[in-house]
């Protein structure tokens, strides 16, 4: 079945590095997104993994391993803005998207 | 600008009441997709559609109707409104080509049924 496991809160403080893990198994596998949602917002997307390694852009990165079914999220230099949940989604063999159920990030001061 | 378009962004209504939610894209997105999202249990699907004329059951697709008559149009249908369909609400479009930009998301509607 599908699963998509990501831990349901962290916390941070400003300035620092944090990882947001999330683990997947689900009905093939042809990509896999991290999205920023702001409370009450829609969500926007962050970066995109299709195959294993690192992707880089600007204080995040992401990183995947498709043997694992293993990706996480890093954030650098945390800014207080980054106080979000942040969204792992896989997209399946039929192209369906399916979400994890967020990892809410709180940045401390 | 490239964007999805929900409307309303908010509403109350009473239970049994029909309504619908409307959602365009004017990016000739081939895909497009309805979620609701409840506090703790995370972005849920509730019908998709692949293509004009093409729409298959999400995860929780009970109690809602769509349509896709258009490309860029795909309006999400409560016919009988109940307490538990209290919700937060985005309609997402993309690409079917596996690019690597996803889903762009509308705003939002959250609705509410007394």
């Known amino acids: 079945g599908q699963n998509i496991d990501q831990p349901t809160e962290m916390t941070a403080t400003e300035g620092a590095i944090v990882q947001i893990n999330c683990t997947y198994q689900?009905?093939?596998?042809?990509?896999l997104f991290w999205y920023q949602q702001h409370a009450g917002e829609a969500p926007t997307f962050l970066s995109y993994?299709?195959?294993?390694g690192l992707e880089e852009k600007g204080r995040f990165s992401s990183f995947l391993s498709r043997s694992k079914g293993y990706s996480y999220l890093l954030l650098k230099e945390l800014q207080m803005k980054d106080s979000a949940s942040y969204l792992c989604?896989?997209?399946?063999?039929?192209?369906?998207?399916?979400f994890g159920k967020g990892t809410r990030l709180h940045i401390l001061p | 600008e490239a964007q999805v378009t929900q409307n309303p962004r908010y509403l109350i209504t009473v239970t049994g009441k029909k309504l619908t939610v409307t959602c365009s894209q004017n990016m000739n997105h081939e895909y497009m997709s309805w979620y609701r999202q409840d506090p703790g249990l995370g972005l849920r699907q509730i019908y998709y559609s692949m293509n004009v004329e093409v729409t298959d059951k999400g995860d929780v697709p009970e109690g809602y109707k769509v349509s896709r008559k258009e490309k860029r149009n795909f309006p999400l249908i409560l016919e009988s409104p109940s307490p538990n369909q209290t919700s937060l609400y985005f309609c997402?479009?993309?690409?079917?080509?596996?690019?690597?930009?996803?889903?762009?998301f509308g705003s939002g509607t959250r609705l509410t049924v007394v």
């Open positions: 997402a479009s993309s690409l079917r080509d596996r690019g690597k930009d996803g889903y762009t």
């Open positions: 989604a896989v997209r399946e063999r039929d192209d369906k998207i399916i």
């Open positions: 689900t009905s093939g596998f042809n990509g």
């Open positions: 993994n299709v195959l294993d």
